[in-house]
């Protein structure tokens, strides 16, 4: 959604109502986006849905304000939405609130990291809206707190990234307790085959929605690559800070002992970085959460789980420490930067032996990744302590007699743990 300083009919001729459309003037936002203009009349007329849209062009909004305005005042839990991360369940229910401010829908947050007695407290009040991961939603379900008796609209927000951590059955079962009539709907960066089928079970007669425009990554992010050893990575990363001076950044890493060191190292060296990974517990990640998006934290050292619910509009760039394991969490990290048209730059760090990586992802993408050098980095051979070491030779579990024979190890009789271990029979006398 563009910023403009009058307001604009543009909400209002998509359906939406008062005070939803106060709520969008108070926010500052008058232009709907692609994903906006295509899904809201769309899911105002009750239709199931399977939308797809690049990271950060409005979705929340997308899925959001359609339910809001759905939703009856008078009754109680009628919509449910499903998201990956705890950290997404929070970003959505903050814009949730946002557009529904001066109603008196109720909208609250479940998710695991939080004590359920706080959030059982939370839904004792008549709650219209949950927004939650499944575990937890499913956990809920099973403990008698929530009731999907009245539930008109059920949403999965990011199903894709859902599919790939190893929800689906949590889903399955979610989905398989809303039993009255209502409405579903999927949003997803990408849809792959596991997403059409779980549309195809779970929905009636979808309509497809796609304003990706075949392309997974924005024109707005300048995406580089930077080739280094392993053992030379923290000093590239420095250098790299000190040139490129981002205002907000987050730094990528496949593993949670990963960031939890190179966290460690930046803040021994003076740079005032913080982590986020799922080892930390709830309260400290939603301190800096809050903190990383007032600003007051201009460097974020994240694994890709912790930061998926990060939807901070300023992020100008995202540095992939390790690049990742998965091609197209490449396109969800880098989704992170150039949000509703701004710019961004991704720089991905390349080891040698990582060739196969960076081409596999530029063939997803469809676009060549330009290398970049900085002036400051000049390659080096790693020091005494930092040998690269040759992998041993495997040794041969064949006995030095059956070897110098030149036995086939097929010919050679199995061996068994109780062969091993058996008990010398006693002669008998």
């Known amino acids: 959604m563009q910023k403009h300083p009058t307001l604009s009919t543009a909400f209002a001729e998509l359906g939406i109502e008062s005070p939803f459309l106060t709520a969008i003037q108070r926010m500052g936002f008058v232009e709907p986006s692609d994903i906006q203009r295509d899904l809201i009349p769309l899911a105002l007329t009750g239709k199931d849905i399977l939308g797809q849209a690049r990271t950060g062009t409005g979705k929340t909004a997308a899925f959001g304000l359609p339910a ?45 990291g939080q004590k359920v007695s706080t959030q059982v407290h939370l839904l004792g009040r008549k709650t219209h809206f949950v927004v939650g991961t499944p575990g937890r939603i499913l956990d809920l379900l099973n403990r008698g707190v929530l009731n999907f008796g009245d539930v008109r609209i059920a949403i999965l927000d990011e199903v894709d990234r859902m599919l790939d951590i190893g929800f689906r059955d949590d889903i399955r079962r979610i989905l398989s307790r809303v ?46 690559y ?98 990742p394991q998965d091609r197209e969490v490449y396109v969800h990290r880098i989704g992170r930067t150039a949000r509703m048209g701004a710019r961004g730059r991704a720089i991905t760090f390349v080891k040698p032996e990582e060739g196969k990586e960076i081409t596999q992802i530029e063939m997803l993408i469809n676009k060549q990744i330009d290398e970049r050098k900085y002036a400051g980095f000049v390659a080096r051979a790693p020091r005494e302590s930092e040998p690269v070491r040759e992998p041993p030779p495997r040794r041969s579990s064949l006995p030095v007699s059956a070897m110098a024979d030149g036995v086939e190890p097929s010919k050679l009789p199995p061996k068994t743990l109780g062969s091993k271990f058996r008990t010398r029979r006693r002669r008998r006398l």
């Open 226 to 323: 930077c080739s280094v050893d392993g053992f030379d990575k923290y000093r590239l990363l420095r250098i790299l800070l000190k040139e490129e001076q981002p205002e907000l950044a987050i730094v990528f890493c496949n593993t949670k002992a990963g960031a939890r060191k190179l966290a460690k190292k930046l803040h021994a060296d003076g740079i005032d970085a913080k982590e986020i990974h799922g080892d930390l517990v709830q309260s400290r990640r939603e301190k800096v959460m809050e903190r990383f998006r007032r600003h007051q934290i201009r460097l974020l050292v994240a694994t890709d789980l912790a930061a998926r619910g990060i939807d901070v509009s300023a992020i100008t760039h995202i540095i992939n420490y390790d690049i």
């Open 179 to 224: 039993t009255g009539p209502h409405q579903t709907i999927f949003v997803s960066a990408t849809i792959e085959d596991d997403v059409n089928r779980l549309a195809r079970r779970y929905m009636n007669d979808p309509v497809e929605i796609d304003v990706s425009r075949d392309e997974l990554t924005v024109d707005e992010v300048d995406q580089y």
């Open 68 to 112: 809001l305005q759905m939703i009856d005042p008078a009754g109680r839990l009628q919509a449910l939405c499903l998201a990956p991360t705890r950290e997404l369940a929070v970003q959505v229910v903050a814009e949730l609130r946002r557009l529904s401010e001066g109603t008196d829908l109720h909208i609250v947050p479940v998710y695991g």
